[in-house]
């Protein structure tokens, strides 16, 4: 370690001492490791061995940016207070000092402090390969500056290492807690989780993975072969990821549980990636889903007997019909409130209002039928535990506003477990029998007629309307489990359409050699017709997302100004090719909005695109307007197409449904964007609005709150 060389002349004595005191202070600036105490020892040294008769060291603290004392000799503590300052004062003596490399005399700076005039100000440390500054050396009298200058150097190199030393081992200690927590997160995982070599080799792997690929000497031999055999499944299923590396690929795999020796199907998601020391490497995830794919299977079991109980039930429903319409008398099926769930014909005309002039006074005649019935019915319930009820009830003829005396005679439909689920009621006129006597044991004996009749046709209704809703639950929750199951499996609808697009794309670029013409034509035709069936699997999905209560909404404060300035750069291909002018009338001011900014964005884009599809020529325009009284946003596209006809209006916002089926061979589409549209609006709190003209143009309008649910 070079020390500097004193400029007075000394004797031959004084040199060696001179040496051995160097000596000293190196020895123990050696085999120190607190900064501290290498300052202290420095003072103390200048204070016996330099000359100095006052000496301080200070010292950068790193964290606050201020220059602290750490070390004085020969100094009160009052003015060994004062020496605490910030850096930012770049006039101050001691930061003018710390920017040099030379030592400085505050006396010529004209330090603040009296006392500090006599001082001289060494930076720490002065080599010159070195430019941090680890802080100042100040000693008094100048003429101790040779000591303290190789004192100063001395020190300024010892702190640069300790401090080097200490952040060095704090990265270290950082990075090992990181690989911990890391190693702790991937072994938590459910899911067997790799990283591989291209060839399958394992580089890392959970405890998940351990237990499929990995074996240990001792166990079983049916053990060890199902691990090799998984193995060469697992290398066999990343041979293809080797071919293609532009981005994650989904596929299956098979394998053998090396406990059980049962199948297990896997979904293997592989990605490759580029390790700095091993080079091209493959981040594999396994999925387990042998008992979704049997419960696919159940599921389409299920569906398949629904359909048929379906057609059972319909033409159980016919019947019924049947039989009831055929009777003269009128006959309602009503619930225990008195609420009509059936009438046939003749009940009709007697609840029902005719299209007559006199119109009002039909609706008042129905109205007190409606009265009179429901009291009947009540007195069904009130009169005790009977199971039927017979009274009069005076009622009006709509038709010919004429009083009606009716006989009515009810009857409880009950459950097997003693519940009324129903009431029958069979409404008789008596207005032939009170006008022609004569008739009135003929009459009464076709009434006992019909109430046989009766009774046998509520024993059948009662047995239908146990079946109706017995398979009406059925059916409910089949289509619950249906629209669940296609939101859950998303992936198992566009896994065989991802593997057509990527051998599509691998033979289109060559990857098997040159295509000639034609097959590139037909290659590009399949992958064309594979994105277009994507897409429609896409919105069938969100449909079946949205029935099933799974599409989640994010609420965030977005500017719809730069939301139409990315959809229209996101159609620009379309307008381009469309050779369509695009017009923007958005708002002078910011329209800031709460809501799902994703669902707006796909309700905007799926009306522009529309917009442009159906518009041969003229021009397309986007249109904001916010509505501060009512705290809404409209979005409109307005276009110059084909339009849409007021009876077809209604159908564009149904499931699989265009205005026309010539549309649809035109200009393609399977009729789901706007169905899917209206159901995000609806989410959103809003609504879609349509006005057209055929020939003239349409204009779909979003309109949504300005603040979401929750805000």
Known sequence: MAAAVPTQARSGAEAPRDAAARLALVELLLFSDD???????????????????????????????????VAAAGVSDGQIESLHLALEAPDHPLVFALAGREPVSLGERRAPDSWRSDFLAIPLPLSEAREARQG???????????????????????????????????????????????????????????LTDPEGRMIISNARADALFSSKEGESEGRHRAVTLNNMMFSAALSRQAIDESGAVRRELLLVSPSEGSDLLFELLSSVVQHPREGTCVVSILRNVTDLRAATE?????????????????????????????????ILVTDSSGKILLMNSPAERLFTAPDLDERAEAERAVRSNDAHFSSFISNLFLTGSGLRWRGEIPLTDPSTLQPLPVEAVAGKVMSEHGEVTAVVTILHDRTEAIEKARLYEQLKAASEQLEEKVREATAELVRRNELLQRQHLELEQASQLKSQFLANMSHEFRTPLNAILGYTSMLLQGVSGDLAAPQKNKMLRVDSNARHLLSIINDILDISRIEAGKMPLHLEEFEMPAL????LAEVEPLIQKSRLQTLTDLPPGTALVVSDRQKVKQIVLNLLTNAIKFTPHGQVKVMVREDERGGEVNIAVEDTGIGIAPQDQDKVFEDFRQADDSVTREYGGAGLGLAICRRLAKMLDGRIELQSRLERGSTFTLVIPRKGKGR
């Open 564 to 567: 139409v300035a990315e959809l």
């Open 298 to 330: 159940q599921i389409e079991e299920n569906y398949r007997r629904l359909r048929l109980a379906e057609a059972d039930v319909r033409a159980e429903r016919d019947r019924l019909d049947l039989i009831i319409d055929s009777a003269a008398d009128p």
């Open 35 to 69: 900064a501290e105490e290498c300052a202290r020892a420095t003072v103390d040294w200048l204070a016996e061995r330099g000359g100095a008769r006052k000496s301080i060291c200070a010292l950068i603290d790193a964290e606050s940016g201020t220059l602290k004392h």
């Open 136 to 194: 100042l050396l100040l000693v008094s009298p100048a003429r101790c500056e040779p000591e303290a200058r190789w004192a100063a150097e001395m020190l300024g190199q010892k702190i640069a290492r300790l401090r080097a030393a200490a952040a060095t081992a704090e990265s270290a200690h950082k990075v090992q807690r990181e690989r911990e927590l890391l190693l702790n997160i991937v072994n938590a995982s459910p899911d067997p989780i790799l």
